[in-house]
């Protein structure tokens, strides 16, 4: 499971998702250390508002994402961020593949059915 985000609280909360998944998850800052994580992950979460290094975006990440087809892309926002949550719903609708797009509080509701607890059925 990789993780961009830099809200560690939120960030957290998908991190311990993650390991009760039976899932090791890996935080990435950009578009280099997505690609060296992605062959060996799964699910790839995506904060559409977080700080990013310099000539990185949110929609370079999911397109970089994409590029792996063995991921399924989670992105999501605050949900006042409507535009931004559109236009991930845009990119992410044209792929093919399991994709969603949430707010941080429809994520939080549904993190327990991505990354179900180690043991629950799949």
Do not use: C, W
Not at 66 to 93: E, M
């Amino acid at each position: 499971m990789i993780l961009f985000t830099s809200d560690l609280m939120f960030g957290g909360k998908i991190l311990g998702a993650a390991k009760h998944a039976g899932l090791r998850g890996q935080g990435v800052r950009n578009r280099t250390a997505l690609a060296q994580h992605a062959p060996f992950a799964t699910h790839y979460f995506v904060d559409l508002e977080a700080d990013l290094a310099e000539g990185e975006s949110a929609e370079d990440l999911i397109d970089a994402a994409l590029g792996h087809p063995n991921l399924s892309v989670y992105a999501f926002a605050g949900h006042l961020q409507a535009d931004k949550l559109r236009a991930a719903q845009a990119r992410l609708a044209a792929a093919s593949g399991r994709h969603e797009v949430h707010s941080r509080g429809s994520l939080d509701r549904r993190l327990v059915e991505i990354l179900p607890p180690s043991g629950a059925p799949r």
